[in-house]
Structure formats: C-alpha cells, structure tokens
C-alpha cells in the first residue's frame, strides 16, 4: 500500500488472485493424475479381457530383454563343482549341556550341574536320570510303554526353573512314563550306524518288565532323532510295562527283585538279542499275582541292588552275597513274610565329559 500507493481492498484483490492461481495449479495436477491412473486401468482391463492384448505385451517385452542383453555367453561351464550339503546339525552351536530327567517327567537343559541336589523339583518329585553330552549328540528316552524318544541335546529347553513337561517335546499316551535317558555323545557312548538287513549290533540294551520279561536290543536303531510319537524298542503284552533299562556290556549280570521277596540273578547275555521290538523272553518265574518290583545291571561283585519292604528293613542283592542262577527260575528267597515294595532310590550321578582336544592354529613361516 505504501510502495504502489494502493488501498486495502486492492491489495485483498491481488492476494486472493494469487492464491486462486496457486490452487488452480494443484487442481490442474490432481486431475492430470487422475486422467493417468484411469488410463492405466483401462488398459490393464483390456489385457484381462483380451488374451491376444496379454501374448502382444509379452512378445514386446521378451524383444526388448533381447535387445538390451544381445551379448552371446562369455562364460563357459567345464565342469560339475559339487556343492557342500548342510543339515541342520551344522547350524547348531556346539557346546557340552546336561539334561536333567524327574521322575514326574520334567525335563530341563543346565550348562553344567555342580550339585544335583540343588536342583529346582516340585514337591514330592525327583531326579531319575541326568545325561551329559554336547549339543549336536542326540538323547533317547525310554518309556514304560516300549517307546523310544530321542531329540538332540540342543532341543531340551534350556531353563533354571522345574523345566518343561516332557509332553512339549514328545506324545505320551496316558499313564506312559520316561524310565531311562541315555546321550549318545562319542566321549561316553559311541551309537555307529546301523546297518541295514543285518544282524544287531553293540551297544546294546537291556530292558526289565513288570511281569517279569526281559530283551536285548541295539541302540543303532534309535540313533537319529525320531518323530513325537517315537519308535517301538519293546512289544509289551497287556497288564505289562518296563520297569527298569540300561545300557548293557560284556560281563554284566542281571538282578531282579519280586514283590513276593525273591531275588534272582543271571547272566545278562542269557536274555534273548531282539533285531525287533518284540516281548523278549522270561527273565523271572513268577507266581499268580506277583510282579517284578525293581531290576539294575551289576557290574562287579561289588555292585548291588538295594531293595526294603514294607516294613523298611534293607536288603542287598550282590553277586558276593547271592550265587548267579539261570534264567526263568524262581531265585533266592529273601524273607518268608511280607512284600518287597521297591528299590531304595539313589541320587542319579553327573556324567563327566572329556574335554575336547582343542585344534592349534598353523605356525607361520
């Protein structure tokens, strides 16, 4: 106003003319993306409907990609190179873990246990089991029911609490329990191969029934990790289950308790060597109505079953104290009245892992 010597509405005129122009412009805009946008649907709807538009489109495409790369193949192929294949076991960190095994069925993974008798458990539960090895070595559990699990150690929750329900890793029917765990890290257990069609082969292991049967089998075939469900290691007959499972060796005997209070013993490698799962053979002569209460490997003469009745007096079932028997009889009489009630559970031990050799760096020249 001062500059041009004009007054107020005049200046109003010449704003408000330059903010319609300003407006126009993006109005002009919107539109001519507007009138854009529904050019390229329009055309996209004719190749829908036109299956010649659609063969037209690609042949100018496929001729343009040939004209901008026209160059012939500079490289040559000379040969097959052959790829490295991974699994899943290369992706995993490998370090020594312990799992640790309740008899409620609660499993959990520690990087190392100094004392088991520190360990989280539930009221009224305890440790069955503790199994040591590296991450990448695989872990069978074997249930009552003649079902072998078996996951890799790196597959165990790795938790400071109780651990979680071993139904998170597997599928347990009802009422099946996990008796045994064993890792088959080289350092402790070495598990090859198995072959196939051929006869069984060590390691093998021994199983105990309630009902008094007993069977060999290897452990080759529960090497690799299984499915959920598992895979059978014993056919049980009805009424029965596995009371007792352990890695077996040359030399070892068997020693077995019955609720009636007799104690049996016998070479182990007198129970039959099943390629199969199958019901094994007699281990125990049983009477109507009585069941084997408790079972373990011995050793040595110096390795015993400790075994208490019903009115907590002890018994020790040693190869110093009974004479080894056959199998299938009836063995040493105990005591003439009362019942045997179990095995007088022990403290599992933690396994001891060697240390892993480790590999020296080359000297440089």
Request: charged residues 30%.
């Amino acid at each position: 106003m001062k500059r041009f010597k004009i007054d107020e509405e005049q200046v109003e005129a010449i704003l408000e003319l330059k903010l319609y122009r300003l407006a126009k412009l993006e109005i002009l805009l919107i539109q001519k993306e507007l009138g854009e946008k529904r050019a390229e649907a329009d055309r996209l709807e004719r190749l829908l409907k036109g299956q010649a538009a659609r063969w037209k489109l690609i042949r100018a495409e496929l001729l343009e990609l040939a004209n901008e790369y026209a160059a012939r193949r500079r490289t040559r192929v000379v040969a097959n190179v052959d790829e490295p294949a991974f699994q899943a076991a290369d992706f995993i960190v490998e370090e020594d873990t312990v799992a640790v095994l309740t008899a409620q069925g609660w499993l959990k993974r520690q990087r190392e246990v100094k004392d088991l008798g520190a360990t989280r458990l539930r009221e009224g539960d305890r440790v069955i089991d503790v199994a040591a090895g590296s991450t990448k070595a695989s872990v069978a559990f074997f249930s009552n029911q003649g079902v072998c699990y078996v996951c890799r150690m790196v597959d165990i929750p790795q938790v400071t609490g109780y651990g979680n329900p071993v139904q998170t890793l597997f599928k347990l029917d009802d009422g099946e329990k996990l008796v045994r765990m064993l890792c088959f890290d080289p350092r402790l257990l070495e598990v090859p191969e198995a072959r196939e069609d051929g006869e069984p082969e060590p390691p093998f292991a021994l199983a105990v029934t309630r009902l008094g049967q007993s069977l060999r089998f290897s452990l080759r075939q529960h090497r690799e990790p299984s499915t959920k469900t598992g895979r059978k290691y014993a056919r049980l007959a009805e009424g029965d289950q596995v009371i007792y499972i352990d890695l077996v060796k040359t030399g070892d005997h068997v020693a077995a308790t019955s609720e009636s209070g007799h104690a049996l013993l016998c070479r182990a490698d007198e129970v039959a060597l099943l390629s199969s799962a199958g019901k094994g053979v007699m281990l125990m002569k049983l009477d109507a109505g009585d069941v084997v209460v408790a079972a373990k490997l011995l050793r040595g003469k110096s390795d015993q079953l400790l075994v208490e009745n019903e009115k907590g007096t002890q018994f020790e079932i040693t190869l110093r104290r009974y004479a080894a028997t056959t199998r299938a009889g009836k063995g040493h009489a105990l005591f003439k009245r009362g019942k045997l009630v179990g095995k007088v559970e022990q403290e599992p031990e933690v396994p001891v892992l060697e240390a892993k050799p480790q590999s020296r760096a080359p000297k440089p020249n």
